[in-house]
Nanobody
């Protein structure tokens, strides 16, 4: 069974940056096999898709909240997918999750995922 594990969250000041990481655990698993999505959920709000990266070719897709501020990338050498957060505001306070639907390409018409990790908390304090 594939398990996703997020890390890198913490506290930041407005305008600050954080880099979130996602890794797959489980025998024979690797994030290199799948397109990976990052989404977040703030208290009292619905989940919000942020970014997705294809399995191959480096193709990416961003949601409105992330475009221009957040960058998704993958490092196949270490089997990780990252989400670089910059220009943080208090509205970015949320739990951030990485996820996958085990496909190879991002769904550019929406957000498709059915497995995600426990999340990593990002708190932006003014």
């Amino acid at each position: 069974q594939v398990q996703l594990v997020e890390s890198g969250g913490g506290e930041a000041q407005p305008g600050g940056s954080l880099r979130l990481s996602c890794v797959a655990s489980g025998p024979g698993t690797s994030l290199d096999f799948y397109a990976v999505t990052w989404f977040r959920q703030a208290p009292g709000k619905e989940a919000e898709g942020l970014a997705c990266i294809d399995r191959e070719g480096g193709g990416t897709f961003y949601g409105d909240s992330a475009r221009g501020r957040f960058t998704i990338s993958r490092d196949t050498a270490v089997n990780k997918v990252y989400l670089q957060l910059t220009g943080l505001t208090v509205d970015d306070t949320a739990i951030y999750y990485c996820a996958t639907d085990f496909g190879r390409k991002c769904d550019r018409t929406g957000w498709s995922y059915d497995t995600w990790g426990q999340g990593t908390r990002v708190t932006v304090i003014s």
